[in-house]
C-alpha cells in the first residue's frame, strides 16, 4: 500500500476525534460506513444516523479532548484497512454559572478501527475499543 494511502486512512481516525471534541457531530456520522458499527459504551450503533443520534445526547456543558498516540497500520488490502492506536481521553464540564472544571483524564484506550473503501472514501467499518490505562 503507498504510503499517501496510510496517511488518508489515518485522517479518517484523526478526523473522527477532532469532530468529536468540536462537537460536529454531523462530519464525526459521516465518518461511518452505511452499517459501521461503533462499540460505545457497551451498545453496538450501527450507521450514520444511529451515530448522528447517539452524538446529539452528549451532555452540551461537557467538553473532550481525545488525544491519538501510537497510530500503526495493521493490515490492509485495496478496499479494508485495520488502524491500532492508542487514546487518552480528558474532559472538562462548564456548570450553569459558566465555571469550567479543570480537565480530568479519563484513560486511555487501546482502540482498533476497522475501515472500508466505500463510495471511493475510507469509512468506518467497525470502530471498537477497551481499557488500558484506567484514570487514577
Not at 452524538?55 to 485495496?78: F, I, Y
Not at 456548570?95 to 480537565?103: F, I, K, L, R, V
Request: charged content about 25%.
Amino acid at each position: 500500500m503507498p504510503s499517501h494511502d496510510v496517511h488518508a486512512l489515518s485522517n479518517v481516525v484523526y478526523r473522527f476525534f477532532g469532530g468529536l471534541d468540536r462537537r460536529d457531530h454531523q462530519s464525526t456520522a459521516r465518518l461511518m460506513a452505511r452499517s459501521g458499527t461503533w462499540h460505545r459504551q457497551g451498545m453496538e450503533i450501527v450507521g450514520p444516523d444511529a451515530v448522528l443520534a447517539a452524538l446529539e445526547k452528549r451532555d452540551p456543558m461537557r467538553q473532550t479532548g481525545h488525544l491519538v498516540t501510537n497510530l500503526w497500520l495493521e493490515q490492509a488490502t485495496e478496499t479494508t484497512a485495520r488502524l491500532r492506536y492508542y487514546m487518552t481521553a480528558f474532559e472538562t464540564v462548564t456548570t450553569a454559572d459558566g465555571a469550567t472544571s479543570a480537565p480530568q483524564m479519563l484513560g486511555v484506550r487501546d482502540c482498533t478501527d476497522d475501515l472500508v473503501l466505500e463510495d471511493g472514501q475510507w469509512r468506518i467499518g467497525c470502530k471498537r475499543s477497551h481499557l488500558f490505562l484506567p484514570a487514577a
